[in-house]
């Protein structure tokens, strides 16, 4: 169920199934529970996650549920989490995340999208790219640069957008490589939005906004998702007989058996990810750790299952046999680049894990 598909249906159902979630306080359910969440630890959000895995169930979260929200809970009024918590729960409110310039990918604090203070308002000028799902979303959260005289990490602050229709947005699809259209870019002239959507201390919004990284390359989901495209590939191997004796004869045993070693790995990660957010810690190059590891793994993963099928992989087609893992062989090419680049990941982990100097 995709919440980002261009298909009616698609979207409907993923609504539909949010809903079914919500009704259980298992959209959120490591949020506290005065906030509308399940009050779990992050242990138990795990647990939750693995069974979800295992049944099958679809996967559920978006931007609002997995960054926004919990970078609410941290940084947010008292009065924004009442506004804004119990619509991202509900799926009443889709949120995306507007960060990526042309201008400033991996050197995100480079950006230029400027938001000037007037009165009890800030007006937006600028373009972000690369922004997920604003074509389906109803709200934007962003940075923007409100000091341009300011160090480049200083001067920047965290907005909220309630309304991605508000006049002066203008939202513009992006193709990627396999046909699907989950990207965009989006231009502002003249936005014009409350003071009060300002999130944290103005000029400070790159400290909220690197708490919202942290959450995002955390990502203790991604060691459950690798295990069970991992099942499914190794159930499909034993079905089917040609795949079985193609698996068999050559090196793709030994290659399966690794990608199973590392998803354990990631597993054991996860946990650790997992123990920090129990204290009440926010991972920072532990995050940064998970997010390098995890995403090169789901490449690693997505040329493992191709190579299985061989050509049939070839046909970026959902529907055919080997058809899907064509299609997460492409989709997994951007994955050591959203979110910050791998070469990114590896700098992070030498200045603030191993405190090695930055030059």
């Not at 995306?96 to 050197?107: K, L, M, N, R």
């Not at 907005?159 to 989950?182: K, S």
């Not at 910050?340 to 700098?347: A, F, I, K, Y």
Request: hydrophobic share 40%.
């Amino acid at each position: 169920f995709d919440r980002k598909s261009d298909d009616p249906a698609a979207r409907a159902a993923a609504s539909e199934w949010h809903g079914a979630l919500a009704a259980n306080h298992w959209v959120a359910p490591q949020w506290p529970a005065e906030y509308g969440g399940g009050g779990l630890s992050s242990m138990e959000q795990f647990v939750l996650n693995q069974e979800l895995a295992r049944a099958g169930a679809p996967g559920v979260g978006g931007s609002g549920v997995s960054l926004l929200g919990p970078t609410l809970i941290v940084h947010g009024t008292e009065e924004q989490k009442q506004q804004y918590l119990p619509s991202i729960l509900n799926a009443g409110t889709v949120w995306a995340q507007g960060y990526s310039e042309p201008g400033a990918g991996s050197d995100l604090a480079g950006l230029q999208t400027r938001a000037v203070r007037d009165g009890d308002d800030f007006v937006i000028n600028g373009q972000k790219i690369w922004t997920s799902g604003a074509h389906a979303a109803d709200a934007l959260f962003c940075l923007v640069r409100t000091d341009p005289a300011a160090p480049k990490h200083r001067g920047i602050s965290f907005l909220l957008i309630e309304d991605i229709n508000t006049p002066g947005i203008t939202v513009r699809p992006l193709v990627n490589m396999a046909g699907r259209h989950y990207f965009n870019e989006v231009f502002f002239e003249d936005v014009r939005i409350p003071a009060r959507n300002l999130v944290g201390e103005e000029n400070r919004g790159w400290y909220v906004g690197m708490t919202l990284l942290d959450f995002e390359r955390s990502n203790i989901g991604g060691a459950v998702s690798a295990r069970r495209t991992l099942d499914r590939l190794i159930a499909e191997i034993r079905a089917d007989a040609d795949l079985g004796a193609r698996v068999r004869s050559g090196p793709l045993r030994d290659e399966i058996a690794r990608r199973y070693v590392e998803t354990e790995v990631m597993f054991q990660y996860s946990f650790r990810i997992i123990s920090m957010q129990n204290a009440g810690e926010i991972p920072n190059y532990e995050a940064s750790t998970a997010k390098l590891f995890n995403s090169e793994l789901a490449q690693r993963i997505a040329q493992t299952a191709a190579s299985v099928y061989g050509l049939k992989a070839n046909v970026v087609d959902e529907g055919e046999p080997g058809g899907r893992y064509g299609s997460m062989y492409v989709d997994t090419v951007p994955a050591t680049i959203r979110g910050g680049t791998s070469e990114v990941q590896r700098n992070v982990i030498a200045t603030r894990g191993l405190g090695l100097p930055r030059s």
